[in-house]
């Protein structure tokens, strides 16, 4: 157990003055508790540009190289950036598709090149096939779906 503390009686002039340092101790952490804050939110700031630029560079990537190329961004960094869907293409019917990153039951941290594999056409699985899609580019928002017919 601890021992208590008792401070020892102070004189007037002596109170006054630790009134004076522990308001000023007090106006201290409240100037602190907003620097860290204002950091944080430019830190947060930083990390979100860098997600974007990290995706923007693997797109670039992928149309110059083809393929899905490593390493690629996170499925939450794609989403910090600003990506919330991945377009794939069947390699058998050439069907198109947006995939909603945000819906995959793969952890987050699962690379966006590791995707290619698990990725199914749906069309094609009808058929009795199902070939792994190919990843074409992270898209900052899904493109309208045409009403089917």
Do not use: Y
């Amino acid at each position: 157990m601890a021992p208590k503390h008792h401070p020892t009686p102070l004189s007037g002039g002596d109170r006054k003055a630790l009134a004076k340092e522990l308001g000023r101790a007090r106006a201290m952490t409240t100037i602190l508790a907003g620097q860290a804050a204002e950091a944080r939110a430019q830190g947060e700031a930083l990390i979100r540009q860098a997600d974007k630029l990290l995706g923007e560079s693997w797109n670039e990537r992928m149309w110059a190289d083809g393929g899905p190329i490593e390493p690629s961004p996170t499925v939450d960094q794609a989403i910090n950036g600003g990506f919330v869907s991945l377009e794939i293409e069947c390699p058998r019917c050439k069907t198109r598709r947006d995939v909603d990153l945000a819906a995959l039951r793969h952890p987050s941290t699962t690379f966006i090149h590791d995707l290619a594999s698990r990725l199914r056409c749906s069309k094609c699985a009808k058929a009795g096939r199902r070939p792994s899609a190919t990843l074409l580019q992270l898209m900052s928002r899904p493109r309208p779906t045409a009403p089917e017919s």
